[in-house]
């Protein structure tokens, strides 16, 4: 029975297109009870029952040292702020509401908001109602330290009207992105090391362009790491970008540079146009859905 549920799961997942080391997660109790008869079967060639029970406990404790130690590193790693998180509170220290600016998809949806935790923040607050207003509106301090007052609570960073899902990021990236930033005033841009090395791992010749022109065209703002002073960068895996199990992670979240381009004008407000939504990518061995040409 222990055997056959890990090697089960182990040879359906072989057969599927993606793979994620985390699927494994349902073998693991099989394979920690395997290693508790594993112990109490070697414990059991030890003569006397006496210094068996020792062996079995020395044994145990001994086993237990590096995943406890591990849970423990992870707890502290998690219960610091997210270099995401650290990105947000220092734009929203920086700049006024309704931010352009372009962010990787690599942050929920409330990311955006100016109250994602639900309570308003100290820089929001209530403006009389206007006519052809259903209530009152919200006003803020906003760019030059304008008082503004609108309609509607206005978000910390511009959403973007639309979206493409990381797994498609790299789809619709090339060098051109980069003047439609200065057109529409999207002079901040936020990339993330999960995304950008993703999409640069896909070999998609104009996302490396994109980046290539991005880091060409613009100048370091501010950079928030994950990793303990003086710990490189480790190895990209997608695994391993969301579990931090490596020792060098002092904090969750991935590398996060924000970047100002050159030459650009910093606007504010809803975006103009609808950001354009790729189609996924079909996984190894699936014919692709047959569509119209223009749905990228």
């Known amino acids: ?42 414990a059991s060639l030890v003569r006397s029952a006496r210094w068996r029970t020792v062996a079995l406990a020395g044994a145990t404790a001994l086993v237990l040292v590096q995943p406890l130690a591990a ?37 929920p949806g409330r990311w ?10 100290s820089w929001l607050s209530r403006c009389p109602r206007r006519p052809g207003w259903s209530e009152a509106g919200w006003a803020y301090e906003g ?29 619709v990236l090339s060098p051109e992105v980069i ?24 070999g998609d010749p104009g996302a490396r362009a994109y980046y290539e022109r991005l880091d060409r065209e613009s100048d370091l703002v501010h950079r928030f790491s994950p990793y303990d002073d003086g710990a490189g960068p480790v190895p990209f895996s997608f695994d391993l970008s ?11 979240g991935p590398t996060v540079t924000i970047q100002r381009l050159r030459d650009c004008e910093q606007a504010f407000g ?17 014919e692709p859905e047959q569509g119209p040409a223009d749905e990228i």
């Open 1 to 42: 029975m222990l055997l056959a549920v890990p090697l089960a799961l182990l040879a359906y997942l072989s057969a599927q297109s993606r793979y994620f080391g985390r699927w494994l997660l349902p073998a693991y109790p099989a394979l920690a009870m395997l290693a508790a008869a594993g112990l109490a079967q070697a």
């Open 71 to 107: 849970d423990i590193r992870s707890a502290q790693v998690l219960g610091r702020d997210d270099t995401r998180q650290q990105a947000r509170d220092w734009i929203e220290r920086t700049y006024p509401p309704e931010l352009r600016a372009s962010v990787e998809p690599a942050v």
């Open 112 to 121: 955006f908001r100016s109250n994602p935790d639900g309570a308003l923040p």
């Open 143 to 171: 760019e030059g330290r304008s008082e503004v007052c609108v309609q509607y609570k206005p978000g910390l960073v511009t959403r973007p009207d639309g979206g493409v899902r990381a797994s498609a990021y790299h789809l």
């Open 179 to 202: 003047d439609d930033y200065r057109l529409y005033g999207y002079c901040l841009v936020m990339t993330t090391g999960v995304v950008r090395e993703r999409a640069l791992e896909t």
């Open 242 to 252: 969301y579990n931090y199990y490596p020792p060098e992670y002092e904090r969750p």
């Open 270 to 286: 809803p975006p103009i146009l609808r950001v354009p939504r790729a189609r996924e990518p079909v996984p190894f061995g699936v």
